[in-house]
């Protein structure tokens, strides 16, 4: 080309990446030198400790606990909402037959799509106050309404739910794929409508039954978007900061009662902010960091097959 | 739209009841016949599954009527008087605020982040030049790493340039303006990089051939035709940016008693729902939520399509 192309490119890159630089690499960066101190975050002064945050990370019981939380979380998270999600998504796409004979989905499918995707859009925080609410352990609480209606639950000794030191972290799991289905079944129904038509035509012929048709047809031909939906709600699994910090007791950023719904971001948040130990919770970052990347990698690498073209 | 497969057919759909009604012998009759039980059973399911969705949320906007005895008395109790006390009361109580302040920080930031991102992938995409590859895995990286790793010293970080820079610092609408475009670059710029990748490269060689410059051509002939991966990466971003939570709680705290709240909507209204003067008010709070969640019903009705497609293109590259 005529024109110089040397002070254009280096005038579009100059800011986006020295933003990216200063905002993003160089905190990732700087935290994993204080993960190697005693910092308390409000002085400047700290002490080089070596790996004794980390030794005393996996002698916490607090932290292993929440590191048990979150790998909870991890397994029932992406199982549930995925399985949930694929299950609509075949329903509302390919699961209705009506006479004609063509290969579509149940009646209203645009409508339960519609639905089913707005908690996507809802701010966490709307989520979070909302469950409180439905999740209230008096007579007034949404779900301990439905139930004493039902007469499962007994009106003087409603269910206590989030507060539970069983069943706390189950709650807001229920809030996380509550939220979640909707935009899988998204991703899932597009995927499934780029699936070519004839393809289920020639099962219907062959006279496959609709489970065979979800398992041998639908369900190779979706592996990747599967494998990008598991990769995200594993993401996502590490954080649920929001949820459990606010829905769960315990005085700051929740996790109780006693520990029982505690995961790495609620423990990292109170050392840092409420107990002053910012080197602990750089530790704790780097740690959540490294179980990040093993899993995308290894979830990538697993779960790698053969891409079908069609 | 698979729903449509009826019209295409040119025969008109026999939907009511037509799973068992059984239209043409043979074949047809035993598929007809197979889904019966089943399409009452996923009905069911998908019908079950919206109740689970609309109850709740109907549940928060009937409870900003009632009073607080309605609400803790039963979860069934039907307001006794449909007023809008309650609406006024919680916008009193800074719903109002908090809504302008999320709109100020995304106005900024969503300009942002598109401005430098798509500025960004498009050099990276079209022009050869020696560290490309580096930069560009440089910003795919970061879409990795959770923003815990940056936490704390960012919030360091925030507070000594507030010291140099008094309009960046801590709970400034400027400086979340900037941790916010940072934080949304990476995705932004991996998305865009893919897409501008993928457009002709024709149109854009006749520009310049008629002597149009680098920076015309791009935002005169290239944005123009990347409006489609524009908007898809635009809406992703702005429900990212809209549910953020820890970076506002983390950043956004007041300074001192004199320093104004300048709280984020859904930091502010999590904080009403802690804060104990609030627990008397649950007409207040439920108004709060009322308040909040119009406007995103809003604009998602109205774009559903748009959000839904753009969403779902957004992750799947």
């Known amino acids: ?310 | 739209m698979s729903t449509n497969t009826d019209a295409t057919t040119g025969i008109p759909a026999q939907r009511s009841g037509g799973n068992d009604e059984p239209r043409k012998p043979g074949k047809q009759q035993r598929f007809a016949d197979g889904g019966g039980v089943l399409n009452v059973f996923s009905h069911g399911f998908l019908a079950l599954w919206a109740v689970l969705i609309i109850v709740p949320l109907i549940w928060i906007v009937l409870g900003s009527f009632k009073n607080n005895t309605e609400i803790g008395d039963s979860a069934w109790s039907w307001p006794s008087h449909w007023g809008f006390d309650a609406f006024t009361r919680a916008w009193d109580k800074g719903i109002g605020d908090f809504f302008v302040s999320t709109v100020i920080v995304l106005a900024g930031s969503l300009t942002l982040t598109m401005l430098l991102g798509s500025m960004a992938a498009y050099v990276l995409a079209r022009y050869e030049f020696r560290g490309n590859r580096v930069i560009y895995y440089f910003f795919v990286a970061g879409a990795m790493f959770p923003v815990y790793l940056a936490l704390v010293p960012l919030f360091f970080m925030m507070k000594n340039l507030g010291t140099v820079i008094p309009w960046l610092g801590l709970n400034q609408y400027a400086g979340l303006i900037l941790v916010y475009t940072a934080y949304s670059l990476p995705f932004t710029v991996f998305f865009l990089h893919s897409f501008f990748r993928s457009l002709p490269s024709a149109v854009h060689e006749a520009a310049m051939i008629d002597g149009c410059s680098h920076t015309r051509a791009f935002f005169q002939v290239m944005v123009p035709m990347a409006k489609s991966g524009l908007i898809s990466v635009f809406i992703f971003n702005v429900l990212g940016q809209w549910n953020q939570y820890l970076l506002p709680l983390t950043l956004m705290q007041q300074q001192s008693s004199s320093d104004p709240d300048r709280s984020m909507l859904a930091q502010g209204l999590m904080n009403l729902a802690q804060q104990s003067g609030y627990a008397s008010d649950f007409p207040g709070l439920f108004a709060g939520m009322t308040i909040a969640m119009l406007p995103v019903l809003v604009v998602y009705l109205s774009f559903q399509r748009q959000v839904q497609a753009g969403l779902t293109s957004a992750t799947l590259k």
């Open chain 1, 1 to 310: 080309m005529r024109h110089r192309k040397t002070p254009f490119i280096l005038g579009f890159l100059v800011v986006p990446v020295a933003l990216y630089i200063a905002l993003v690499i160089w905190p990732y960066l700087q935290t994993f030198g204080y993960s190697l101190t005693d910092w308390s975050g409000a002085s400047s002064e700290m002490n080089f400790i070596g790996l004794d945050n980390y030794t005393a990370l996996f002698k916490d019981s607090a932290f292993l606990g929440a590191l048990r939380h979150n790998l909870l979380l991890l397994v029932v998270l992406p199982l549930a909402t995925i399985l949930l999600a694929l299950f609509f998504a075949f329903m509302l796409n390919v699961g209705g037959r009506s006479g004609t004979g063509g290969v579509q989905g149940v009646r209203g499918s645009a409508f339960y799509k519609v639905v089913f995707f707005f908690p996507q859009v809802l701010s966490v925080a709307i989520l979070s106050v909302l469950f409180q609410g439905v999740y209230r352990t008096d007579k007034g609480g949404l779900l301990n309404g439905v139930l004493i209606a039902l007469g499962i639950v007994d009106e003087n000794h409603p269910w206590d739910f989030a507060s539970n030191p069983t069943f706390g972290l189950w709650c807001v799991m229920g809030v996380i794929v509550w939220s979640g289905v909707g935009f899988y079944l998204v991703l899932f129904s597009a995927a499934m409508q780029s699936i070519p038509k004839d393809i289920y035509e020639a099962a219907l012929l062959d006279g496959a039954q609709r489970g065979t048709t979800f398992f041998k047809i639908t369900l190779p031909l979706l592996w990747e978007s599967i494998q990008t939906a598991w990769v995200y709600l594993a993401i996502a699994a590490m954080d649920a900061f929001a949820l459990v910090s606010t829905m769960t007791p315990g005085a700051y950023y929740g996790g109780g009662p006693d520990h029982h719904s505690e995961i790495m971001a609620t423990l990292l948040m109170r050392n840092f902010i409420t107990y002053g130990k910012a080197g602990y919770a750089c530790a704790m970052g780097v740690v959540i960091f490294f179980i990040t990347l093993v899993l995308s990698v290894v979830s990538l690498r697993v779960t790698r097959r053969e891409k079908i073209e069609f």
